[in-house]
């Protein structure tokens, strides 16, 4: 940080320009005042408290230890492998950034300032970063644990007590503690140190409890889930249990999910939790004012989400009240949700939205837990701003006729039909014009009304996270594995969506199909429509074996072809044990999606039909390099006087890139490229 040579003979009106707020330099407070106390610290999120600095121009804040904290620590005991190039001081982590990783020692992504190393996945926040009381791998009384443990002496010099506690006893972590860094155990070192070797445990009675350690995984017979590291168990029976499982809490409150506490009762039984309609066993909670019996893991719900595949905030509820005697359907699996078991649904009048529990918690990127309905959805509704920059004229019905839209630097004016009877693309989705569209009376530019009105940020169904709108002369589609002009959402800086795949909604109905689809994000078997198999999900049928990928789902259902006069319509089913395509005279899977003409008794591949790029316009620079060429590529269908490929040497009949500059004649087949 850099410092004003008057400055520093004033250290009351001291300032420094820090790397992370360069618009203006921060001055020093060295006394509280009361706008400070309203105020956090852009560093370590607390609450600003003097010595501090601060922007006089806007609202940025550091508390004078953050603002001076080293841009580089040179090692730190937690990290000793690659201690040798440092650890560099980054900004507040976006929440939804995959590439950032929660804190190694108190396991969160938070708003604050972190040190991060530039060679593996290592990053502690500032909070966390100087702790100094750390004595590792002290010896204990039992080798219960896979990972090595970290003695903390004095926990309550860092933030982790404030959101833990301890494994075994479940009380705050107010006294001397070890850590593992590897995974989520924290456990009280008197606790470590006064662990029984044996126990007697109510879930089963017949023998007692040994305590064991493996390294590899076990099932625990209470919670049902996989776990190594410490555990008790009888041999005789084969009956395991987690440590954490064999002490649990008496008594649970979290009134931010349920209003009441929950009671400890110990069960010989399974049950079926009223929170989530699953099978549970051995240890459940009570509500004795509500009349429910939950899950340990469901006594903590969320009570408000914001789902990506729902506009509106859904709530959990313990039952639903109807005045109807109808059937409620799961809107991410589509089998039965029990009207007397708890689920997650929409508040809103007239929206009947119901999912599971455990289908709409099983992804984490899906879903935000809200703590303010009414402030998210002003938020939400904010985001969700048009496309369009000014209306500049509209009609007796209020419908905008003359607009200014951001793709374009004409005004665009609005039409029914066009003057001229040609197949016009839009520059936004590359489809043809139907419909009502947007044109452009200076150059040929054209928009549907649909793409024109598309929101510039919002809310899209495949993650909770902002989508943002851009157009692109030339740009793959993440979801179709198309290369596309026109419109994109970027979806979490992250995926880049074509326009066709932004409008695919996640529960469809399609004409190849019977029966409605919904989008399975571990979908990973192959697409009915072409074929090829899946790795990121696909839209399936819930009640047979039938699955689409966004790639057939978004082909278009009519193309013309030089092959056939008539208009070629997708197909989705062929009757003949033995077909071939009349482009490329090879054989085509009967069981896949191809084109044809009923008239002319034509059939061929879509690939085929569409081209290899059916999706971009005509004349954008294409983003390919030859070593025997050096200036820009231009794409074009079809060239006229059909020269020769500068590659393979054949006339150039279809899809080709071209060299614009006047002393430049290369040209080249696009299925030439390398």
Same mark, same amino acid.
């Given at each position: 940080? #850099?410092? &004003?040579?008057?400055?520093?003979?004033?250290?009351?009106?001291?300032?420094?320009?820090?790397?992370?707020?360069?618009?203006?330099?921060?001055?020093?407070?060295?006394?509280?005042?009361?706008?400070?106390?309203?105020?956090?610290? %852009?560093?370590?999120?607390?609450?600003?408290?003097?010595?501090?600095?601060?922007?006089?121009?806007?609202?940025?804040?550091?508390?004078?230890?953050?603002?001076?904290?080293?841009?580089?620590?040179?090692?730190?005991?937690?990290?000793?492998?690659?201690?040798?190039?440092?650890?560099?001081?980054?900004?507040?982590?976006?929440?939804?950034?995959?590439?950032?990783?929660?804190?190694?020692?108190?396991?969160?992504?938070?708003?604050?300032?972190?040190?991060?190393?530039?060679?593996?996945?290592?990053?502690?926040?500032?909070?966390?970063?100087?702790?100094?009381?750390?004595?590792?791998?002290?010896?204990?009384?039992?080798?219960?644990?896979?990972?090595?443990?970290?003695?903390?002496?004095?926990?309550?010099?860092?933030?982790?007590?404030?959101?833990?506690?301890?494994?075994?006893?479940?009380?705050?972590?107010?006294?001397?503690?070890?850590?593992?860094?590897?995974?989520?155990?924290?456990?009280?070192?008197?606790?470590?140190?006064? @662990?029984?070797?044996?126990?007697?445990?109510?879930?089963?009675?017949?023998?007692?409890?040994?305590?064991?350690?493996?390294?590899?995984?076990?099932?625990?017979?209470?919670?049902?889930?996989?776990?190594?590291?410490?555990?008790?168990?009888?041999? @005789?029976?084969?009956?395991?249990?987690?440590?954490?499982?064999?002490?649990?809490?008496?008594?649970? #409150?979290?009134?931010?999910?349920?209003?009441?506490?929950?009671?400890?009762?110990?069960?010989?039984?399974?049950?079926?939790?009223?929170?989530?309609?699953?099978?549970?066993?051995?240890?459940?909670?009570?509500?004795?004012?509500?009349?429910?019996?939950?899950?340990?893991?469901?006594?903590?719900?969320?009570?408000?989400?914001?789902?990506?595949?729902?506009?509106?905030?859904?709530?959990?509820?313990?039952?639903?009240?109807?005045?109807?005697?109808?059937?409620?359907?799961?809107?991410?699996?589509?089998?039965?949700?029990?009207?007397?078991?708890?689920?997650?649904?929409?508040?809103?009048? %007239?929206?009947?939205?119901?999912?599971?529990?455990?289908?709409?918690?099983?992804?984490?990127? @899906?879903?935000?837990?809200?703590? &303010?309905?009414?402030?998210?959805?002003?938020?939400?509704?904010?985001?969700?701003?048009?496309?369009?920059?000014?209306?500049?004229?509209?009609?007796?019905?209020?419908?905008?006729?003359?607009?200014?839209?951001?793709?374009?630097?004409?005004?665009?004016?609005?039409?029914?039909?066009?003057?001229?009877?040609?197949?016009?693309?839009?520059?936004?989705?590359?489809?043809?014009?139907?419909?009502?569209?947007?044109?452009?009376?200076?150059?040929?530019?054209?928009?549907?009304?649909?793409?024109?009105?598309?929101?510039?940020?919002?809310?899209?169904?495949?993650?909770?996270?902002?989508?943002?709108?851009?157009?692109?002369?030339?740009?793959?589609?993440?979801?179709?594995?198309?290369?596309?002009?026109?419109?994109?959402?970027?979806?979490?800086?992250?995926?880049?969506?074509?326009?066709?795949?932004?409008?695919?909604?996640?529960?469809?109905?399609?004409?190849?199909?019977?029966?409605?689809?919904?989008?399975?994000?571990?979908?990973?078997?192959?697409?009915?429509?072409?074929?090829?198999?899946?790795?990121?999900?696909?839209?399936?049928?819930?009640?047979?074996?039938?699955?689409?990928?966004?790639?057939?789902?978004?082909?278009?259902?009519?193309?013309?072809?030089?092959? &056939?006069?008539?208009?070629?319509?997708?197909?989705?089913?062929?009757?003949?044990?033995?077909?071939?395509? &009349?482009?490329?005279?090879?054989?085509?899977?009967?069981? @896949?999606?191809?084109?044809?003409?009923?008239?002319?008794?034509?059939?061929?591949?879509?690939?085929?039909?569409?081209?290899?790029?059916?999706?971009?316009?005509?004349?954008?620079?294409?983003?390919?390099?030859?070593?025997?060429?050096?200036?820009?590529?231009?794409?074009?269908?079809?060239?006229?006087?059909?020269?020769?490929?500068?590659?393979?040497?054949?006339?150039?009949?279809?899809?080709?890139?071209?060299? #614009? #500059?006047?002393?430049?004649?290369?040209?080249?087949?696009?299925?030439?490229?390398?």
């Amino acid at each position: 940080m #850099e410092m &004003d040579n008057e400055n520093k003979k004033h250290p009351l009106a001291q300032q420094i320009q820090h790397p992370f707020h360069k618009e203006h330099p921060l001055v020093l407070l060295a006394e509280q005042s009361n706008e400070a106390l309203k105020a956090y610290c %852009d560093g370590c999120g607390e609450l600003l408290s003097a010595p501090c600095f601060t922007c006089i121009h806007c609202n940025y804040h550091l508390h004078k230890q953050c603002a001076e904290a080293p841009l580089k620590i040179p090692n730190h005991p937690l990290h000793p492998e690659h201690s040798n190039q440092g650890f560099f001081l980054r900004q507040r982590p976006h929440y939804d950034n995959d590439l950032v990783y929660g804190c190694v020692l108190c396991k969160e992504k938070r708003n604050m300032f972190f040190y991060e190393c530039r060679e593996c996945y290592f990053s502690i926040d500032i909070k966390c970063a100087y702790l100094s009381s750390y004595k590792f791998n002290q010896p204990s009384k039992h080798d219960i644990h896979q990972h090595p443990l970290t003695f903390i002496e004095s926990p309550t010099t860092i933030d982790v007590p404030k959101r833990f506690n301890c494994s075994w006893c479940h009380e705050p972590l107010i006294d001397a503690i070890y850590f593992c860094f590897d995974c989520p155990f924290i456990i009280h070192k008197k606790c470590l140190d006064e @662990l029984p070797t044996e126990i007697d445990h109510l879930t089963h009675r017949l023998h007692p409890f040994i305590l064991n350690r493996s390294d590899s995984d076990y099932l625990c017979n209470l919670c049902q889930k996989q776990h190594s590291g410490p555990f008790y168990g009888c041999s @005789l029976c084969h009956f395991n249990i987690n440590v954490e499982c064999s002490w649990p809490r008496s008594i649970v #409150e979290d009134k931010s999910s349920h209003q009441h506490p929950f009671s400890l009762l110990w069960r010989q039984a399974s049950f079926i939790c009223d929170a989530c309609d699953t099978e549970g066993n051995y240890i459940s909670y009570i509500c004795l004012k509500c009349c429910i019996e939950v899950h340990k893991k469901c006594t903590s719900l969320p009570r408000i989400i914001k789902f990506s595949r729902h506009d509106h905030c859904i709530f959990h509820k313990h039952f639903l009240q109807t005045r109807e005697l109808t059937r409620q359907d799961c809107k991410i699996c589509f089998n039965e949700v029990k009207l007397d078991r708890g689920s997650y649904s929409c508040g809103k009048p %007239d929206c009947n939205y119901v999912v599971h529990v455990n289908c709409v918690l099983e992804n984490e990127k @899906l879903y935000e837990v809200i703590e &303010d309905e009414k402030q998210y959805e002003e938020l939400y509704e904010k985001s969700m701003q048009s496309s369009i920059i000014r209306v500049i004229e509209v009609n007796e019905v209020g419908e905008a006729t003359k607009i200014q839209h951001f793709t374009h630097q004409h005004y665009l004016g609005l039409a029914d039909k066009m003057e001229e009877e040609i197949d016009r693309k839009c520059d936004g989705c590359m489809l043809s014009i139907s419909t009502l569209f947007y044109y452009c009376s200076e150059c040929p530019f054209f928009l549907h009304k649909t793409c024109v009105e598309l929101p510039r940020i919002k809310q899209h169904w495949f993650r909770q996270a902002s989508a943002t709108l851009f157009f692109k002369d030339f740009q793959n589609c993440d979801f179709c594995d198309q290369s596309c002009s026109g419109f994109f959402y970027e979806i979490d800086e992250w995926w880049d969506m074509c326009i066709r795949c932004a409008k695919v909604v996640d529960i469809i109905e399609c004409e190849g199909h019977q029966h409605f689809l919904f989008y399975d994000f571990n979908y990973e078997k192959e697409c009915n429509g072409c074929g090829v198999e899946n790795n990121n999900g696909a839209f399936r049928c819930g009640e047979c074996r039938f699955a689409l990928d966004f790639g057939c789902l978004t082909l278009p259902h009519s193309s013309l072809h030089k092959i &056939d006069e008539h208009m070629l319509n997708l197909t989705y089913h062929d009757d003949k044990e033995q077909s071939y395509c &009349d482009i490329c005279e090879r054989e085509r899977d009967p069981r @896949l999606w191809y084109y044809s003409c009923s008239i002319c008794d034509t059939t061929a591949h879509p690939k085929c039909i569409l081209g290899q790029f059916p999706f971009v316009k005509d004349g954008v620079t294409f983003p390919y390099y030859d070593h025997n060429h050096h200036h820009d590529l231009n794409f074009f269908r079809k060239d006229k006087g059909y020269p020769k490929c500068s590659s393979c040497g054949k006339l150039c009949q279809e899809e080709i890139l071209k060299c #614009e #500059e006047s002393t430049c004649d290369y040209i080249i087949h696009c299925k030439c490229l390398n």
